[in-house]
Nanobody, 122 residues
Framework: EQLVESGGGLVQTGGSLRLSCAASGRTFSTYMMGWFRQTPQKEREFVAVISWHGGADYAESVKGRFTISRDNVNNTVYLQMNSLKPEDTAVYFC?????????????????WGQGTQVAVSS
């Protein structure tokens, strides 16, 4: 089982990026799929999560700017990031796991990608 993120890069403030997370090795269609991010100064923090049927939850800091979606046929989850800010700079990780009491916590996720760097210049 493997999750591979792509789509990170350098963008100016106000720009957009679309991250992808391709899953392989098993079917993740019934799993919760989440995005987290981390900087050297902070612990890994929740960004967004989506259920198998498309129900989504977002961190307050990204609500209205980021959109999570998934393609269960192709085992891929996306994170569309608009109106990017310098404080969005981080390594972004994709994760897959079961439905938990709190899917905003990273501890319950079973599978993680290697991360993709997002840098937003001011």
């Amino acid at each position: 089982e493997q999750l591979v993120e792509s789509g990170g890069g350098l963008v100016q403030t106000g720009g957009s990026l679309r991250l992808s997370c391709a899953a392989s090795g098993r079917t993740f269609s019934t799993y919760m799929m989440g995005w987290f991010r981390q900087t050297p100064q902070k612990e890994r923090e929740f960004v967004a999560v989506i259920s198998w049927h498309g129900g989504a939850d977002y961190a307050e800091s990204v609500k209205g700017r980021f959109t999570i979606s998934r393609d269960n046929v192709n085992n891929t989850v996306y994170l569309q990031m608009n109106s990017l800010k310098p404080e969005d700079t981080a390594v972004y990780f994709c994760a897959a796991g079961p439905i938990l009491r709190d899917n905003r916590r990273p501890g319950g996720y079973e599978y993680w990608g290697q991360g993709t760097q997002v840098a937003v210049s001011s």
